[in-house]
């Protein structure tokens, strides 16, 4: 693919345990969103809603063995859609993932 953004077939990077929060977990209730969904597109390289500056430092934070942050809307997207902002962020020793909403970081 030429948008680095998008992400690759295959993963980048171990993701560790995979934890998530109260409030990540009601807000995936709430919208009906598959979090392996996200947690794909997380270790496959695509930032979701990170500037492009985070990205090209998640992209780098790959090879250096740094913590890895994304960022993606939950629930309807586009004009008037009440979609939720939901981060993922992987740790740098890559021993744990954490899903969870920006207010409880």
Do not use: C
Not at 8 to 21: D, H, I, N, S
Not at 73 to 81: D, F, R, S, T, V
């Amino acid at each position: 693919m030429s948008d680095s953004r998008q992400g690759e077939a295959r993963p980048k990077f171990a993701l560790g345990k995979v934890y998530a929060t109260p409030g990540a977990l009601q807000l995936l209730k709430r919208w009906k969103q598959d979090p392996t969904a996200l947690l794909s597109r997380h270790v496959r390289g695509d930032w979701g809603l990170v500037h492009p500056d985070d990205a090209a430092a998640n992209d780098i934070a790959v090879g250096r063995g740094l913590r890895i942050i994304s960022s993606y809307l939950a629930g309807p997207e586009g004009p008037g859609g009440e979609g939720e902002v939901l981060w993922i962020i992987t740790e740098a020793d890559r021993s744990a993932t954490t899903l969870l909403l920006p207010g409880e970081y």
